[in-house]
């Protein structure tokens, strides 16, 4: 079992930035492929990127290609998600997930508001 805890969280006005921080812990952090979603009221969950389990590679959804930075540090069993010049359109509850072969896990997702 990997448990995952999301924090970093808030209210931000528009153009403003935040880093979210996803924590694991249970078991070795590092062989896991790990992603960001995202869910605003009344849609469904999005991807927003994900990065590989050594941080050469990333990918990111359309809608924040430019602005979302993924980033880990194994040594921290920690995985970022700094977002710049946020829009009101990117309020939602963000999630990291972990991935490794059939199995994934999900943290219990983190409040992101921007106000215009």
């Known amino acids: 079992q990997v448990q995952l805890k999301e924090s970093g969280g808030g209210l931000v006005q528009a153009g403003g930035s935040l880093r979210l921080s996803c924590a694991a812990s249970g078991r070795p952090f590092s062989p896991y492929f790990m992603s960001w979603f995202r869910q605003a009221p009344g849609k469904e969950r999005e991807i927003v990127g994900n990065i590989n389990w050594s941080g050469s590679v990333t990918w990111y959804a359309d809608s924040v290609k430019g602005r979302f930075t993924i980033s880990r540090d194994n040594a921290e069993n920690t995985v970022y998600l700094q977002m710049n010049r946020l829009k009101p359109e990117d309020t939602a509850v963000y999630y990291c997930?972990?991935?490794?072969?059939?199995?994934?896990?999900w943290g219990q997702g983190t409040q992101v508001t921007v106000s215009s």
């Open positions: 997930k972990a991935t490794l072969k059939y199995t994934a896990y």
